[in-house]
């Protein structure tokens, strides 16, 4: 099955920095979804994002299908940025869009 | 995580007693998954619904059955709860059709003892 790798494991951060979170992927997809797991543990959707840029305030997300990897940016990092986040992806495009999950980037940040 | 909702949020079993976790949606969404979430590890698929009255096996699907019988309502089912299952475990919804991203539940955390 496609392969998912996450990186850097573990970012720890100053508050008001950026940072750049990288999933690689190992074969072609069609569905890519980035997540945010907060302390609580809920996990709120970011981005859908299988091609192209999208930008949702502090956070943007690109994704380069044909390189096989997907970039998520945070700028201006805030305490609640903290938590682990997670890309998913599918190769399927027309449902039983299994999603694989990398084993996730954790974010810390610190005051 | 408006329109998915997990029932109980919280469980403690005894190894061998069985139990039903419950996934309700709002969204009219065809799609419905089974997720577990261990310790340090992204989630991985227990078991799918591409419609009501049907199921397929995902990654993980030993020791769990699930049914669909209403749209809505998506139900996992363990039949001799073990150690091995304790988890966090995520129900999520997708839309049918293309490009339609999964919605997903806030979890339910289990212990098996």
């Known amino acids: 099955g496609i392969q998912v790798e996450q990186s850097p494991p573990d970012l720890i951060l100053q508050e008001g920095a950026n940072s750049t979170l990288r999933c690689n992927f190992s074969?072609?997809?069609?569905?890519l979804q980035w997540f945010h797991q907060n302390p609580w543990g809920q996990l709120i959707n970011l981005f859908y994002?299988?091609?192209g840029t999208k930008q949702n305030g502090r956070l943007s997300a690109t994704t380069v299908a044909t390189e096989r990897y997907s970039l998520l940016y945070i700028s201006s990092s805030q305490t609640t940025d903290s938590g682990v986040y997670f890309c998913?992806?599918?190769?399927?495009?027309?449902?039983?869009?299994?999603?694989?999950f990398g084993t996730g980037t954790r974010l810390t940040i610190i005051p | 995580n408006a329109g998915v909702t997990q029932t109980p949020k919280f469980r403690v079993l005894k190894t061998g007693q069985s139990m039903t976790l419950l996934c309700a949606q709002d969204m009219n969404h065809e799609y419905m998954y089974w997720y577990r979430q261990d310790p340090g590890m992204g989630l991985r698929l227990i078991h799918y619904?591409?419609?009501?009255?049907?199921?397929a096996k995902g990654e993980v699907p030993d020791g769990y059955n699930v049914s669909r019988l209403k749209k809505q309502n998506f139900l996992l089912g363990l039949e001799s709860a073990a150690p091995s299952q304790t988890s966090v475990y995520f129900c999520?919804?997708?839309?049918?059709?293309?490009?339609?991203?999964?919605?997903f539940g806030d979890g339910t955390r289990l212990s098996i003892l």
């Open positions: 994002i299988p091609s």
């Open positions: 619904s591409v419609g009501e009255g049907t199921t």
């Open positions: 999520a919804t997708q839309r049918a059709g293309s490009n339609q991203p999964q919605h």
């Open positions: 998913a992806v599918a190769q399927s495009n027309f449902g039983n869009e299994k999603l694989t």
């Open positions: 074969d072609s997809v069609n569905n």
